[in-house]
């Protein structure tokens, strides 16, 4: 299915914002049982944030075989139109009848895309990598990942007008850019709405004592997935930033941010178990490397505590029960050193290591950026979903910070909700 017409909407039409794994289970539980879906997502690819996402805990698979078998499903299933690079504008009406109206930016590629590359050959013009994490470059004109869906190229915008645009279009044998796209307008008929918008992650700049962005040496969680990854800045090299040497020690900072009523209240749930996982991508590579993980409390619940009790018998991985309070750097070696009390035998302790990993939690894509349509946030900016309001349903982060297991659960009750919604 094409992602730039609607194809079908109306009483029988639920409109999935987000294509994150979230949306896109709910676009398939909905769709599979033979209601028409509209799956809006703002960036030009699905996925989500589990597309940056190096292995998945607890198995340490990589999330890329469950996305294939997930667009695969969606590019069988005529019943999900799909709309990349696309956001809601306004929606009026009620529960079951709900007008809709949708901006759609310009890729510059159409569907006549054959994903060759040519046109990346031929363009010259880097921009920031922001799949990345903008940690390295790519060319203007990009497929996002090498399994993207849509399996399209896209142009930035910063390309147009230049030489480069030109290039691209002249390397293209398919007549698959058009450079004279513009924004478009669409209306859609839905009978019901699930937002799954998901999450970001917490901004560690605002972090002042912990030197992020002022040390290169101190990473977030996030970046750790990217710098992990074989598509990623380093090819799946665990490089430091500042010199590029394999690291041999690494110190993960639990909780940067999080349970703290300056930053985000509450606790992400997911991001003790990602800096174990992130802790066996190192160990992976090196093998003498040292861990140390500092930790108020360790969140793993239910079957996840065996992947915990793992690393706690690894004697690579050294648990300290404090909070790290501030990160400094040797000027010498550029090695950031971490203060923090070690609250079991009361001992302050300096730790230095050849990298820090910040353990930044998840943030409601929607704490900034409220959409337009009548749902209720809760204090931090998630939406409140609880049954209470008919015809608009939240799935997965957007709901509350869960890992992938709980974001596939929670859809599948999204979509049962919206089905219901339409039945009324
Ligand atoms: C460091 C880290 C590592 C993690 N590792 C794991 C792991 O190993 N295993 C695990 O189970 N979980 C892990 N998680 C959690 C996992 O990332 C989430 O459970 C998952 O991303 C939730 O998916 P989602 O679809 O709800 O949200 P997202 O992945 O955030 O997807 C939301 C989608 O909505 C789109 N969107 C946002 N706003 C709009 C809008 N206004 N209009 C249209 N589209 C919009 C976004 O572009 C995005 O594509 C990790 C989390 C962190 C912080
Ligand atoms: S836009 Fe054209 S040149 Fe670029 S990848 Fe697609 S088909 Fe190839
Ligand atoms: S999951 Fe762990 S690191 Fe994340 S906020 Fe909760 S306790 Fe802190």
Known sequence: MGD??????????????????????TALEAAEVGKEVILLEKAPYLGGRV?????????????????????????????????TLSEVEAVSGEPGAYEVTIRQNPRYVNE????????????????????????????????????????RYVLDPQI??????????????????DLDMQPQTLTAKVGAIVVATG????????????????????IT????????????????KILRPSDKKPVESVIFAQC?????????????????????????FVLEQNPAAKIKIFYIDIRAMGKLEDFYNKFKDDERVEFIKGKVAKIEEDAATQDPIVEAEDTLSGQKIRAQADMVVLATGMEPSTAAERLPMDVAYDEFGFVVSDGSQKGIYAAGCAKRPVDVACSLQDATGAALKAIQCLRR
């Open 112 to 151: 006549k895309c054959t994903a060759c590359g040519d046109c990346a050959e031929a363009c010259s013009l880097m921009i920031p990598n922001d799949f990345n994490l903008d940690m390295d470059q790519r060319k203007a004109a990009y497929l996002p990942f090498s399994m993207a869906f849509p399996m």
């Open 221 to 236: 969680n996030v970046m750790m997935e990217r710098i992990a990854s074989p598509n990623g800045p380093t090819e799946g």
């Open 160 to 177: 147009l007008g230049t030489e480069d645009a030109d290039k691209c279009k002249a390397a293209c044998k398919y007549d698959a850019i």
């Open 199 to 218: 999450w970001r992650p917490y901004d560690a700049k605002k972090l002042d004592t912990l030197g992020f962005g002022r040390f290169p040496n101190v």
């Open 4 to 25: 730039e017409t609607i194809t079908a909407a109306g009483k029988e039409c639920i409109l999935v914002v987000g294509g994150g794994i979230s949306g896109i289970t």
């Open 256 to 280: 940067a941010g999080s349970r703290d009523e300056n930053h985000l209240a509450y606790c992400s749930g997911v991001c003790c178990l990602a800096s174990m996982k992130e802790a066996a």
């Open 51 to 83: 597309a940056r996402t190096y292995q998945y805990f607890p198995k340490l698979c990589p999330p890329t075989c469950g996305l294939e078998i997930n667009f695969r499903r969606i590019k069988d299933n005529p019943r999900i139109h799909v709309l």
